[in-house]
């Protein structure tokens, strides 16, 4: 069962545009959704994440919003530009918990491609 | 400058040997993990471990392990490696155990099993 899904493989956008990202998952116990992105060759890198607490939060041309009722989450990239190339995976945790296991749950990924 | 480096970057062995990945870091985090990256799939956990002489299985650890002697250093064997186990493999460590602490990872190690 994959709790959390990232349904577009991948996105093409022209430089200066709006990339708009999603990801919708399906344990309502998520309380933090993070985003990372990779490069080839390289190891992915945090880039934004939200509280279940809020529904938006903004990170210069990075914007996540969550909405908790449809179980959706996205990424804005706002103008985007041809380095955002990447993939892009979306992640859920189930928050901290004393004696639980903290762990990510990643989607399967969308690579960006962005135009000049 | 703290880091996370996993060595090999890349691996081709043979089904049936045992083999081992080596993950060191240098942020001094208590939490490490290890993923595998395939095609279709995403980043899947293997094992984890929250500090010294921890260590805890992840969603596809069968087939691994992996073991916690110090605080820097979290290795990841295949005790018999099958073609199945092909994949890119990616160290991480956190902070934090809060479910907003980002993960550090590594540049992976590029395993084939022929």
């Known amino acids: 069962d994959q709790q959390v899904k990232q349904n577009s493989p991948s996105l093409s956008v022209q430089e200066g545009r709006i990339s708009i990202l999603n990801c919708d998952y399906t344990?309502?116990?998520?309380?933090?959704f993070l985003w990372y992105k990779k490069y080839p060759a390289e190891g992915p890198t945090f880039l934004i994440s939200i509280s279940s607490i809020k529904d938006k939060n903004e990170d210069g041309r990075f914007t996540v919003f969550l909405n908790k009722s449809a179980k959706h989450l996205s990424l804005h990239i706002v103008p985007s530009q041809p380095g955002d190339s990447a993939v892009y995976f979306c992640a859920a945790s189930g928050g901290f918990s004393g004696g639980s296991n903290y762990k990510l749950t990643f989607g399967k990924g969308t690579l960006l491609t962005v135009n000049p | 400058d703290a880091e996370i480096t996993q060595s090999p970057r890349h691996k081709i062995t043979e089904t049936g040997r045992q083999v081992t990945l080596a993950c060191h870091q240098t942020w001094n985090h208590n939490n490490m993990f290890w993923y595998r990256q395939d095609l279709g799939h995403g980043l899947r956990l293997i094992h984890y471990s929250y500090g010294v002489q921890d260590t805890n299985k992840g969603e596809v650890s069968d087939g691994y392990s992996v073991s916690r002697s110090n605080t820097e250093d979290l290795p990841l064997t295949l005790e018999s490696a099958a073609s199945s186990q092909t994949s890119v493999y990616f160290c991480?460590?956190?902070?934090?155990?809060?479910?907003?602490?980002?993960?550090?990872f590594g540049n992976g190690t590029r395993l084939t099993v022929t």
């Open positions: 344990n309502s116990m998520f309380d933090y």
């Open positions: 991480a460590s956190s902070e934090s155990r809060r479910g907003n602490s980002p993960l550090h």
